[in-house]
């Protein structure tokens, strides 16, 4: 066996990796901020909360030595993650919720798919079945359990540009139907990921089924991420992903601190 794989060496050649850098970390979270955006729905639904904090102390008589806060925010506001059951056609399937998904699947390889310069030129740009396969010609199949990452560079985005709001509801990229289901039948990712407020394009109610990230996806008993940041500084392939969410009781999803290893030659085979 190589010392590579000898699993007496492997976690030890992993932090020397991690020490000498020749394995980096890239935070692909946005700062948790009452000034992020979150998505909003159409006026008859419930709404997602933004970011709050109050502070309960800060070295002062409320606490002469300590300072801490109180926060409250949805499930979903921030960079976060989507577990099954946030969605109608996963309500049923088991290990479904953030607090019973085994947690290996909260470490594992990324597939970006680098979709920022049509994203530039259409705020409704779309992931189709032909952009999929045109990658994977240049980079090799999408591996069965992987992440796929969107790059949209929507993440430079600020204030309401990320959004983006029209009389129409909002406008942003994101996955046909067609490109879900080949990702998630054929393909057998383990989850999505994006830089916009969500799996789906901004207009994604109006495909069939209405959006259809959310709907193949946890029907699947696959995942989400969304609000993900830096995506233009992974590799195509070779990044390894740790995406744990809180382990809140039949949690429908949570914020995150999403983190990617990544190795300078970008572990392209
Ligand atoms: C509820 C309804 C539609 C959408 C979403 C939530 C999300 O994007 C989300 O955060 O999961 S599109
Ligand atoms: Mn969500």
Request: hydrophobic content about 35%; charged content about 25%.
């Amino acid at each position: 066996m190589s010392k590579a794989t000898d699993p007496a060496t492997l976690l030890k050649g992993l932090a020397q990796s991690l020490s000498s850098g020749a394995i980096r970390v890239i935070d692909l979270t946005h700062t948790l901020d009452p000034d992020f955006p979150v998505i909003v729905l159409p006026p008859e639904f419930g709404q997602c909360a933004r970011f709050r904090m109050e502070e309960v102390s800060a070295y002062d008589h409320r606490g002469p030595a300590w300072k801490w806060n109180n926060f409250t925010c949805s499930e979903h506001t921030g960079t976060h993650f989507d577990a099954p059951v946030h969605w109608v056609s996963g309500r049923d399937l088991p290990d479904n919720c953030v607090d019973t998904i085994p947690v290996d699947k909260f470490v594992g390889p990324a597939c970006v798919i680098d979709c920022s310069d049509g994203a530039s030129k259409d705020d409704d740009f779309e992931l189709t079945p032909e952009i999929i396969t045109a990658w994977e010609a240049e980079h090799g199949q999408i591996p069965e359990d992987a992440w796929v990452l969107m790059r949209t560079d929507w993440s430079k985005r600020r204030g309401d540009a990320y959004l983006n709001m029209r009389e129409d509801g909002p406008h942003s990229p994101g996955p046909t139907p067609e490109a879900v289901r080949l990702l998630v039948e054929e393909r057998g990712i383990r989850g999505f990921g994006t830089e916009t407020v969500g799996t789906d394009a901004g207009q994604g109610m109006h495909y069939t089924p209405p959006y259809p990230a959310h709907y193949i996806l946890h029907g699947a008993g696959r995942y989400g991420l969304q609000c993900l940041n830096n995506l233009d500084r992974l590799p195509a392939t070779g990044a390894l992903i740790c995406a744990a969410p809180l382990k809140i009781k039949q949690g429908t999803g949570s914020p995150l601190r999403v983190l990617a290893l990544v190795t300078d030659d970008g572990g392209e085979p």
